[in-house]
C-alpha cells in the first residue's frame, strides 16, 4: 500500500513553515499545492476555493495547466470537485472518468489523469473549498494520504478564512462577487447598515502541530476537566432540579461531555499529529458537516448540542473567552450570533450597536423583545448566517422586510442609504410632534400611551411624548431571570417603573404566563392547545401564592401613589373578582400592618377572551377600568393562532366582524360609564387606530416607535366624519380596510409606517 512520502506530523510542519514565510497568499497556496503532490506523490493537487456562496473556483495547481488557476469555475455539484462540495464527503477513485458526476474541463489538461483523491475543506461544517490530487496509473489512495489530504484540509480552511487571504482575495476582486442576500423573519422594524460583529468570535487555532503527543493528551484531558466542571455548574445555578424537557437536555449534553466515542475520536486525531485544539476542531467539523445533512430534526438538534460543547472546549484550551460585548466595537456593529440570551445583548454598547441577526430567534423570543425594547433592527431565522460571514463584513439589515445583504454592492448600499435618510427624516417629524397634543381636527382629546415590560422601555416614555404606559407586561421581568424573582425584587422593578413615569398612569398587567411565554423556572405540563390552555390570570387563580405575591409587590411600590393594576385572559366576571380580592386582601392586610398604601388602587380587566365581551355590563359594576387586549381577542375570535406565520396575514384586524365586536365593546362601556382603551398590535398601526377612534376608542397604547405615526394621524383626522361613515361600511359587509385607507387619502389624513 503506497504511504505519503513524509508522516504527518512532518507534513503539518512543512506546512507551518510555508504559512510564515512572508510571501503572498497566491504564492503560499502554490507551495502548499506542491507540498501535497511530494508529499501524496502525485502529479497533480490542485486546491479549489469556493468564492461566492456557489462556485468554487481553481485558485492553485500542480501539474494542471497554470492558465486554468483563476479560470476554470465549477458550480456546487457540478463534476467531481462540485459533488465534493455538495456532499462534503471524501472522493477516492481509481478511474475518475467512468465516474458518472465526471466533467470534463479541456481548459485544465487533465484528461490524462485516472486516478482522483478529493477532500472538502470544511471550516465550522462548512465547505469552503476542495483539495484534489490526481494520477495518471489508476490506483486507489491509501487511508495514511486520505489522511493526509484531511490535514491539509483542515490547515487550508484556517488559511482561507485569514484576513492575509481575504484582503488579497478582496484585491483580486474575487470577494466583490460573493454578496450574499438572505431572508430572514423581521423581529424589529428599522433598516440598520453596518459591520458584522460575531457575537462569539471564532476561535482561532494558530497551533496545529502536537510536538509532544502525549502531552497533547494530557492538555484535552485537562481541557475536558474543566468543560465538565462548567456544565455541572451550569446544570445546578439553572436549578436543574428542573423538570421536563429541560432537564433532558442538559442531561444530553452532560452525556455527550462524558462521551467516550467522541474523546477517542479526539485522541486519534492528536495521535495522527495534530494539536489538541486542532484535533477538537477537526472531530468537530466532521461532526458539523453530518450534523448539516442530518434530516432528522431531532438527531440534528442533539449534533448542535455538541457542536456548542466542542466550541466550549475549543475556548477552553486557546483560552479565548468571552463575547465580542468585551471587545472594541466598530461604531456601526450589527451583531451576528446562532442564538443569545436577552442579557447579552443588553451587555453591547447601545451607542455603537446597530442591529442584530440571529439565526434562531423568532418574533417572541426573549432577545426578539429586548431588541424591540432597545429600538434596534433585528432579524431572525437567518439560516447559517454565523457561517457564511466574518467578523467586519459590511452587512444591511431590514428588520421588516427580514432582509440581510451581505457585502453588498454600490446600488444596493445606495438604496438602502435613502431609507436610512427618509426613515430619519420622518423620526425628526415625529419627533417634532412630540410635545404637540394628540388632539384630532375636530377637537377629540386622544391618549396615547405605551406598552412596556423591561426597565430598557422607559426612556421611551420621554422620547416619545406618551401620556404613560398603558400596558407594562410584567412577565417579562419573570422570563428574563433564571429563577423566580422574589416579592422585594419584583417591587424593586415596578417602583423603578413608577419613578421613571414621573406621574404619568402605569397599568401594570398581572402574570400573563402560559402559552408561549414560558417560565424555564416553572414547572407546568405539556398542553395540547397552550394559548387555550393553563394560562394567565387561570394560573394565578390556582396558585394564589404567587398572585398574592405580585399584589403586594405592587401594593408597596405604588405607595403614596394611584396604582392601576389589570388582570389578563379573563373569561368569566367570577375570575375577576376572585382576582380582585386577592388584592384588596393584601391591600387591608397591610392597613391592618399599618404599612403605607397606595393612595388609590384602580383594578381592571382585559378583553381578550370573546366571551366576556357579552359579559361587560356585569363586569362594568365590578371593574375600574377595561383594556382591549385585540391580540388575543382576534386570535379567539377567528380560532387562529397569533404565532402561526401562514396565519399571520390571513384575517384582518378590520375584518367587519372585528370591528363589529370592537364597536360593542366600545358602545356598552360608554354607556356604563366605564372607561375603556385598546393595548394591542392594532392600536399601534395608523389606519387601524383611526377606525378605532371613529369607533370612540379614546385611549390607546402601542409600542413606543408608533406613537408618532399615530399621532401624526390623530392631527389630520375629521373623527366625527368618519365616526358617521363606518355604520355603513359596517352594514356593507366588506374589510374596512381599503375604504378607510381611501377615506384617509381623500381626507388628507396622514399615514406614515414606522
Ligand atoms: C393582547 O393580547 O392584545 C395584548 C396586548 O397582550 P399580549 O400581546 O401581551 O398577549
Ligand atoms: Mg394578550
Known amino acids: 500500500m503506497p504511504l505519503p512520502a513524509f508522516g504527518p506530523r512532518v507534513l503539518l510542519r512543512r506546512l507551518r513553515e510555508v504559512m510564515a514565510e512572508q510571501e503572498t497568499a497566491q504564492k503560499k497556496l502554490d507551495r502548499i499545492a506542491a507540498l501535497v503532490a511530494s508529499n501524496v506523490v502525485a502529479e497533480v493537487c490542485s486546491i479549489y476555493v469556493l468564492d461566492d456562496g456557489d ?45 458518472p458526476a465526471f466533467r470534463y474541463l ?19 461544517g462548512r465547505v469552503t473549498g476542495v483539495l484534489v490530487v490526481q494520477n495518471r496509473k489508476p490506483r486507489r489512495y491509501s487511508e495514511e494520504e486520505e489522511e493526509a489530504l484531511q490535514t491539509t484540509a483542515m490547515v487550508l480552511a484556517e488559511f482561507l478564512a485569514s484576513p492575509e487571504f481575504r484582503a488579497e482575495a478582496a484585491e483580486r476582486g474575487a470577494r466583490k462577487s460573493r454578496r450574499l442576500h438572505l431572508h430572514g423573519e423581521g423581529l424589529n422594524p428599522g433598516v440598520a447598515m453596518g459591520h458584522v460583529v460575531l457575537h462569539q468570535p471564532r476561535v482561532v487555532i494558530s497551533n496545529f502541530v502536537a510536538d509532544d503527543i502525549p502531552a497533547e493528551v494530557a492538555r484535552l484531558n485537562e481541557a475536558l476537566r474543566t468543560l465538565r466542571a462548567q456544565v455541572d455548574k451550569l446544570i445546578s445555578t439553572t436549578g436543574l432540579a428542573a423538570q421536563g424537557e429541560h432537564a433532558e437536555i442538559f ?74 460585548a468585551a471587545s472594541r466595537l466598530p461604531k ?47 432579524v431572525g431565522q437567518a439560516e447559517y448566517i454565523t457561517d457564511l460571514v466574518e467578523t467586519g463584513d459590511a452587512i444591511i439589515l431590514d428588520g421588516r422586510s427580514g432582509a440581510i445583504h451581505v457585502r453588498p454592492n454600490a446600488e444596493i448600499r445606495q438604496a438602502y442609504a435613502e431609507k436610512v435618510r427618509l426613515y430619519a427624516r420622518r423620526q425628526a417629524r415625529f419627533a417634532r410632534l412630540r410635545d404637540k397634543p394628540a388632539v384630532t381636527r375636530d377637537g377629540m ?49 415596578y417602583r423603578a417603573v413608577l419613578e421613571a413615569a414621573h406621574g404619568r398612569p402605569v397599568v401594570f ?36 401564592a404567587l398572585l398574592k405575591a405580585q399584589a403586594r409587590a405592587l401594593l408597596s411600590a405604588a405607595r403614596g401613589r394611584v396604582l392601576n393594576v389589570m388582570f389578563p385572559m379573563v373569561a368569566d366576571v367570577e375570575e375577576f373578582m376572585a382576582a380582585r380580592d386577592i388584592v384588596t386582601e393584601q391591600l387591608s392586610l397591610m392597613r391592618q ?72 365593546v366600545a358602545r356598552t362601556c360608554l354607556n356604563d360609564g366605564t372607561p375603556v382603551s385598546l393595548c394591542g398590535e392594532m392600536a399601534g398601526n395608523p389606519l387601524d387606530a383611526m377606525i378605532l377612534l371613529g369607533l370612540g376608542y379614546t385611549s390607546l397604547s402601542m409600542a413606543p416607535a408608533a406613537v408618532g405615526p399615530v399621532k401624526a394621524m390623530v392631527r389630520t383626522l375629521d373623527r366625527g366624519k368618519l365616526a358617521r361613515l363606518i355604520p355603513g361600511w359596517l352594514e356593507a359587509g366588506e374589510p374596512l380596510r381599503e375604504r378607510a385607507a381611501l377615506f384617509a387619502r381623500e381626507n388628507g389624513v396622514k399615514l406614515y409606517s414606522r
Request: no cysteine.
Open 55 to 99: 462556485h468554487l473556483e481553481l485558485y492553485a495547481t500542480e501539474g494542471l495547466n497554470p492558465k486554468a488557476v483563476h479560470r476554470v469555475r465549477l458550480k456546487i455539484g457540478e463534476g467531481l470537485v462540485g459533488l465534493i462540495a455538495k456532499s462534503a464527503e471524501v472522493l477516492n477513485l481509481s478511474d475518475a472518468q467512468a465516474h
Open 106 to 124: 479541456p481548459e485544465t489538461g487533465e484528461e490524462i489523469y485516472s486516478s482522483f483523491l478529493g477532500v472538502p475543506i470544511l471550516r465550522g
Open 251 to 324: 442531561e444530553t449534553v452532560r452525556m455527550f461531555a462524558h462521551d467516550r466515542g467522541w474523546v477517542r475520536r479526539i485522541e486519534e486525531t492528536i495521535g495522527h499529529g495534530l494539536s489538541a485544539e486542532a484535533a477538537v476542531e477537526r472531530v468537530q467539523s466532521d461532526n458539523r458537516a453530518r450534523m448539516l445533512r442530518q434530516p432528522d430534526p431531532y438527531l440534528r438538534e442533539r449534533m448542535h448540542d455538541l457542536d456548542d460543547l466542542a466550541n466550549r472546549l475549543l475556548r477552553i484550551l486557546t483560552g479565548q473567552t468571552g463575547t465580542a
Open 332 to 378: 456601526d456593529a450589527i451583531v451576528v450570533a446562532r442564538s443569545m440570551g436577552p442579557a447579552e445583548l443588553l451587555d453591547y454598547d447601545r451607542a455603537r450597536l446597530r442591529g442584530v441577526v440571529l439565526e434562531e430567534a423568532g418574533a417572541g423570543s426573549h432577545v426578539a423583545i429586548v431588541a424591540r425594547a432597545l429600538e434596534i433592527p433585528a
Open 445 to 493: 382629546r386622544v391618549s396615547l400611551n405605551i406598552n412596556a415590560g423591561l426597565l430598557v422601555d422607559l426612556p421611551h416614555l420621554d422620547d416619545s411624548g406618551a401620556d404613560g404606559i398603558g400596558l407594562y407586561r410584567t412577565e417579562l421581568q419573570f422570563m428574563m431571570t433564571r429563577a423566580l424573582p422574589r416579592r422585594e425584587e419584583q417591587e424593586r422593578h
Open 509 to 544: 398587567r398581572t402574570l400573563d404566563v402560559g402559552s408561549d411565554k414560558v417560565l424555564p423556572y416553572f414547572e407546568t405540563e405539556r398542553e395540547e392547545n397552550p394559548a387555550m390552555g393553563w394560562r394567565a390570570i387561570r394560573m394565578g387563580l390556582d396558585r394564589p
Open 593 to 664: 400592618m399599618g404599612l403605607r398604601t397606595p393612595n388609590r388602587v384602580k383594578i381592571g380587566a382585559m378583553v381578550e377572551v370573546p366571551a366576556l365581551v357579552w359579559q361587560i355590563d356585569a363586569l362594568s359594576r365590578y371593574a375600574d377600568f377595561l383594556s382591549v387586549g385585540s391580540n388575543d381577542l382576534s386570535q379567539f375570535l377567528f380560532a387562529a393562532d397569533r404565532g402561526h406565520p401562514r396565519l399571520a396575514h390571513r384575517y384582518d384586524p378590520l375584518h367587519p366582524a372585528m370591528v363589529r365586536l370592537l364597536d360593542m
